[in-house]
């Protein structure tokens, strides 16, 4: 059965270190301010679209701040 969830899979990441990771969740922040302003010269269809990629790209920034975070609790622990 697929799941219509995403879930985490068992498969090896990158090789990024910290700095690698906060330029990722910076980048993602840039690019949802980048849609934030563009949506002001749009159509309302448009703009809700730029809005919810936008989230998307915060919400995801978020996800990796998070897991940042765990990371360096695991390690201090």
């Given at each position: 059965?697929v799941s219509?969830t995403?879930?985490?899979q068992?498969q090896?990441?990158?090789?990024?270190?910290?700095?690698d990771?906060?330029?990722?969740?910076?980048?993602?922040?840039?690019?949802a301010?980048?849609?934030?302003h563009?949506?002001?010269?749009?159509?309302?269809?448009?703009?809700?679209?730029?809005?919810?990629?936008?989230?998307?790209?915060?919400?995801?920034?978020?996800?990796?701040?998070?897991?940042a975070?765990?990371?360096?609790a695991?390690?201090?622990?």
């Amino acid at each position: 059965m697929v799941s219509s969830t995403p879930e985490r899979q068992a498969q090896p990441g990158p090789d990024l270190n910290a700095d690698d990771w906060r330029r990722i969740r910076d980048a993602l922040r840039y690019l949802a301010r980048d849609l934030h302003h563009r949506s002001f010269a749009v159509s309302d269809d448009r703009r809700r679209l730029l809005w919810e990629e936008m989230d998307r790209c915060l919400a995801l920034a978020d996800r990796l701040q998070a897991g940042a975070a765990a990371d360096d609790a695991q390690a201090g622990a």
